[in-house]
Nanobody, 116 residues
Framework: QVQLVESGGGLVQPGGSLRLSCAASGIIFSIATMGWYRQAPGKQRELVAGINAGRATNYSDSVKGRFTISRDNAKKMVYLQMNSLKPEDTAVYYC??????????WGQGTQVTVSS
């Protein structure tokens, strides 16, 4: 059974930082593409960042230079370091995984609220 469990969300002031973590189980983590999507109220879910098995990364234009995705294959963890947070970053953040057979898996999401 595949499980992706996010943690690290919360309330932060504009300009602050948060680090999201995602613990994976039930997948061959080292060959999976991992990443984060987010969904704000009334908006479509959007890709925030992804990292493939070769550690190549991609980011949405809205977070480039502020967010950094990383992975630890030994711990089966993926992280999203978020700096210089803005109110428009407020959303539920979802961890996802895609295996080489194009099966995708999702976590339950963690709320990030950026507000003064």
């Amino acid at each position: 059974q595949v499980q992706l469990v996010e943690s690290g969300g919360g309330l932060v002031q504009p300009g602050g930082s948060l680090r999201l973590s995602c613990a994976a189980s039930g997948i061959i983590f080292s060959i999976a593409t991992m990443g984060w999507y987010r969904q704000a109220p009334g908006k479509q879910r959007e890709l925030v960042a992804g990292i493939n098995a070769g550690r190549a990364t991609n980011y949405s234009d809205s977070v480039k230079g502020r967010f950094t995705i990383s992975r630890d294959n030994a711990k089966k963890m993926v992280y999203l370091q978020m700096n210089s947070l803005k109110p428009e970053d407020t959303a539920v953040y979802y961890c996802f995984s895609v295996d080489p057979f194009k099966n995708d898996y999702w976590g339950q999401g963690t709320q990030v609220t950026v507000s003064s």
